[in-house]
């Protein structure tokens, strides 16, 4: 099983950044796919989720109407394109995969599979 990340780095305050996860090994239809990210000193903290079987997305309040998440199924790969971005933004974003509701995702701190992570860094 691997979910591999990409597309992280450093940009300035009120760009955008696009990540992808590639989601490989088991079968992409049985679980929620997300992100959750972890900024330094500070807790997991759920970002969005998507169900593949009937596209519904979840976000949290603190990304709602800046962030969008996507899903190419026939690439295995979810996207979360980040726009507005904020300084408080910062943080390690990971993908990740859990059999559960898409809102839930958002309140776990464990997930049953999840990727190696990529550095998002917003300057002001």
């Known amino acids: 099983v691997q979910l591999v990340e990409s597309g992280g780095g450093l940009v300035q305050a009120g760009g955008s950044l696009r990540l992808s996860c590639s989601v490989s090994?088991?079968?992409?239809?049985?679980?929620?796919i997300g992100w959750f990210r972890q900024a330094p000193g500070k807790g997991r903290e759920g970002v969005s989720s998507i169900v593949r079987s009937d596209g519904s997305t979840y976000y949290s309040d603190s990304v709602k109407g800046r962030f969008t998440i996507s899903s190419d199924n026939a690439k295995n790969t979810v996207y979360l394109q980040m726009n507005s971005l904020k300084p408080e933004d910062t943080a390690v974003y990971y993908c990740?995969?859990?059999?559960?509701?898409?809102?839930?995702?958002?309140?776990?701190?464990?997930?049953?599979?999840r990727g190696q992570g990529t550095q998002v860094t917003v300057s002001s």
């Open positions: 990740a995969a859990e059999r559960s509701t898409g809102w839930d995702f958002l309140y776990l701190s464990e997930f049953e599979y």
């Open positions: 090994g088991f079968t992409f239809a049985d679980y929620v």
